[in-house]
């Protein structure tokens, strides 16, 4: 598939993750790189992604190797989740309620199951490697997984010190198990917006005190009984007592919000199409209960009536890092149909908020991602917009929820 290569997005210690678009069809997916001769952690990543298929589980989309300042680069292209990891989300929002920390653990656990029933070890559960997709977190990064029973046994123990299970930590064993007790730490991430063990200093002297200590990370405080007695099933000690994925869905604390999500699939909001209305709404609801949102009305109508009416001149800042210029191959080619909604993207280079289109200072973190052009098509993605021109048309496309300010 041929591919243009947009902004980079994510850097992890294997790898470099950039936005990318096909050339063909417009699809936007994510491409995780590394030169070819460090690549192997990558390949091995591809193997495991590509053998994966669950709604839990970020997509495999293909590999390839390119050219690019004469140097050979792997690629691993993967569906592109734009919500970023869980960890940016609690970063940039109010923390979630034990509401939300419920519906984010189910679907986590959802994934492990699926993982664990293929007798795959993740190895590496975290919010840093959970990718917020609007239909619910996602796992993602299987730089550290390894298949149980099997010769993967041998690989030398990988993760991260603060999340990994007392036995991992004893250079002991690496099982399904570990990624339960990975998962405890990500609901203390959730809940108390710190990694788990945050007052005992440098790794080694977490390694040592969870390897050794005896002690369980300190659950938060406003944990309703049915959370902690979940968070008591994920971090036992000792692995054999450590509830399975299975066994967690049943539990409490998160089977009766099974019930609920039949009841909400029953008005389900997948778009039928890009423009579809819905989309809009869902994505509201989504964001509003997840970050405790307080818009109420129609938001989807006020926003899009607000997009096509703008009329000012956005405001374009210089030296913003997080923020891209907007550059098309041919300049002339791109001045005609966003003028159309009274925007002109292209003839300038990068806005520094949605608020300074919107004027509405509840919109925050909206960033450009990528921009490619193919044949007629334009594409403009932003982080939770896509504007695309297809000669006369121009689309708007929502692509992530936006989240709201508390
Ligand atoms: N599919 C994706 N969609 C959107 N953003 C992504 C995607 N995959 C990765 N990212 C971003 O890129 C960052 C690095 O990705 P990832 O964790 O997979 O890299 P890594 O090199 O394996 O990291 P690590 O250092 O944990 O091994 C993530 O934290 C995330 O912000």
Redesign the pocket.
Known sequence: MDWNRGQI?????????S?ATSSISGEI??V?S?ELSQSE??QR?QKILSSLNSPHV?SYIGHDVTRENSHLVYNLL????????L??ALRRKKRPDEAAIGRYTRKIVQGLEYLHSLGLVHC?IKG??I?MAETGP?I?????ARWANSGDEERPISG?PTFMAPEAARGEHQGCAGDVWSLGCTIIEMASGNSPWSNSGDPVSVLYRVAYSGETPEFPSFLSEKAEDFLGKCLRRNPEERWTASQLLKHPFLEELSLTEVKESDSSCSPTSILDQGIWNCLEDHTSESFGGTRSGNWAVDRIGKLALFSGEVTWTSGDQSWVTIRSDNDEQNNSSIMDYGMDLTSSSSCSSESDIFGDENIIDINIVGFSQCREKSVVAFRNLIFERDRDDLLVIPLTSTFLKS
Do not use: M, Q, W
């Open positions: 997005i994510g850097r992890g210690s294997s790898a470099t993750v936005v997916f994510a995780k590394a952690a990558l990543e970020v993967i569906e592109y989740v734009p919500g970023g990891t960890n940016d590496d840093a490697n990718l996602k993602a990064d299987f730089g550290c991260t």
